[in-house]
C-alpha cells in the first residue's frame, strides 16, 4: 500500500534510479509526474502517445537514448484519454523483453471507472510495478494505492517506506476495503463511469462537427490540439470556460488544451463546443485580453 499512485511512484523511481538517470514518460502525459521526476533530478524522455497508449517507436527511442525507467499509464491517460490496446499491449511487451535494467511502472489510476479492458505490461521486464489508486473513484481524499510488483520491487518500496510514515493507515485501508465491498457504492462508480463516458462522446461529438478533432477514449479529460493554445486558453478564459493549458502536460508534444468533463453538465456540451470553435478559429484581427 502506499498513500496515492504519485506516491507509489516517487518511491519506485527513488529506490531504482539516481539523478540524472533517463525516464521515459508520456508526452503529453500527466503533469504532476513531470514535475516529480523534475524534482527527483531525473531526465524525462517524452514518448508520443496516441489513442491505445505511448507509441512505440517512441518506447523504442526512449530505450535507445537510456531510459532507465518506464512509466505507462494503463487507461484514462491524463491528458488524452488513452488506453492501452490489447494490440499495442502486445507490441510494448515484445519491445520491452529482455530489458533487465529497465523499471516498467504502470498507473491504472481510474481503476473501476474505467469502461475498457486492462491489458497491462506486468512481467514484460523483471522489474515491474502496477499501481491503482482508489481516489479516482471513491474520492480524493482516500489517499491510498495498492501497488503490486516482483518480488525484489516491492521490498525496496516496503523498505523505503518505513523510514518514512511506516504504513498507510490501517482505519483507511479497512474504509477501502468496506467500500469495495459495498453493492450500492460499486453501482454509484458505475453510474459514474456511465456519466463520464455520456459527457465525454457528446463533447468529442460536438466539437467533430465543428471541424475539431480531439483526443479522450476513456477517462474524464479530452485533448485538444489547437495552433495557437495561449490565445484559445485565454479566449475561453473571457467567455466565461476554464480549460487546461496544454503546456503543463507537454515536453515536446503540439500545443493543446485539456478539456474535464467532470464539471460539465449535458445542457453545457453545445456551448462549450461553440466556445471552443470560436476561440480555435477566431474571426476578425487579434486584439488584447486584460
Known amino acids: ?56 517507436a517512441g518506447v523504442t527511442a526512449a530505450l535507445a537514448a537510456g531510459a532507465r525507467a518506464l512509466v505507462v499509464t494503463s487507461r484514462a491517460q491524463n491528458p488524452t484519454g488513452a488506453a492501452v490496446s490489447a494490440d499495442r499491449a502486445a507490441e510494448l511487451r515484445a519491445l520491452l523483453a529482455g530489458r533487465p535494467d529497465l523499471l516498467l511502472i504502470e498507473d491504472d489510476h481510474v481503476a473501476e471507472l474505467a469502461r475498457v479492458p486492462l491489458h497491462p505490461l506486468a512481467g514484460a521486464t523483471p522489474a515491474w510495478a502496477f499501481v491503482r489508486s482508489v481516489s479516482k473513484p471513491y474520492g480524493p481524499d482516500l489517499r491510498l494505492a495498492v501497488l503490486a510488483g516482483d518480488e525484489a520491487t516491492v521490498a525496496r518500496v516496503a523498505g523505503r517506506a518505513r523510514l518514512g510514515a511506516g504504513w498507510v493507515s490501517t482505519v483507511l485501508q479497512r474504509l477501502v476495503l468496506a467500500l469495495w465491498r459495498d453493492p450500492a457504492t460499486a453501482g454509484l462508480v458505475r453510474r459514474a463511469a456511465e456519466s463520464y463516458d455520456r459527457r465525454r462522446g ?21 485533448w485538444l490540439p489547437v495552433p495557437d493554445e495561449t490565445g484559445a486558453l485565454t479566449a475561453l478564459r473571457d467567455a466565461g470556460w476554464a480549460v487546461a493549458p496544454g503546456a503543463l502536460y507537454r515536453i515536446a508534444a503540439e500545443p493543446g488544451l485539456r478539456i474535464t468533463v467532470s464539471p460539465l453538465d449535458d445542457a453545457d456540451v453545445g456551448p462549450l463546443a461553440d466556445a471552443v470553435a470560436a476561440a480555435v478559429r477566431p474571426d476578425g484581427p487579434p486584439g488584447f485580453a486584460a
Open 1 to 56: 500500500m502506499t498513500g496515492g499512485t504519485l506516491d507509489g511512484i516517487e518511491r519506485l523511481l527513488a529506490a531504482h534510479l539516481r539523478p540524472g538517470d533517463a525516464v521515459a514518460v508520456e508526452d503529453p502525459g500527466w503533469a504532476n509526474l513531470l514535475d516529480l521526476v523534475a524534482a527527483l533530478g531525473l531526465r524525462p524522455i517524452g514518448v508520443p502517445v496516441d489513442d491505445e497508449g505511448p507509441a512505440p
Open 202 to 222: 457528446a463533447l468529442l461529438a460536438a466539437l467533430a462537427a465543428r471541424g475539431l478533432p480531439a483526443h479522450g477514449r476513456t477517462g474524464i479529460n479530452i
